[in-house]
Nanobody, 127 residues
Framework: VQLVDSGGGLVQAGGSLRLSCAAS????????MGWLRQAPGKGRELVAT??????????DSARDRFTISVISEDKDKSTMYLQMNNLKPEDTAMYYC???????????????????YGQGTQVTVSS
């Protein structure tokens, strides 16, 4: 199983970016996929999650500005997206995609106990 995230970059405040996470070699079913981020000097925090049943969860910082989605291309490959609009300097962080087999409070809401992580993609928002 491999998660490859991409799409980060430098953008001005108020701009938009779309992050992608390509999941390949998926011989098991991920029931939760999500995005986390880590700003310099801070801990990793959850941004948004999506379940296999298409339920979505957003943290307060992401709600109304970010949209999470997943497209399954075949039984062994899917791509998760995070459309980020109206970006703010405080959104600057390394963003990681993550996937979990189990749907639990920790994986869906708390941003913990994922089975796989991407390598990260940097998002920098200038003021």
């Amino acid at each position: 199983v491999q998660l490859v995230d991409s799409g980060g970059g430098l953008v001005q405040a108020g701009g938009s970016l779309r992050l992608s996470c390509a999941a390949s070699g998926v011989s098991i079913r991920f029931n939760v996929m999500g995005w986390l981020r880590q700003a310099p000097g801070k801990g990793r925090e959850l941004v948004a999650t999506i379940s296999s049943g298409n339920s979505r969860y957003y943290t307060d910082s992401a709600r109304d500005r970010f949209t999470i989605s997943v497209i399954s291309e075949d039984k062994d490959k899917s791509t998760m997206y995070l459309q980020m609009n109206n970006l703010k300097p405080e959104d600057t962080a390394m963003y990681y995609c993550a996937a979990a087999v189990q749907i639990t409070e920790k994986t869906m809401i708390l941003g913990e106990e994922y089975d796989y992580y991407g390598q990260g993609t940097q998002v920098t928002v200038s003021s």
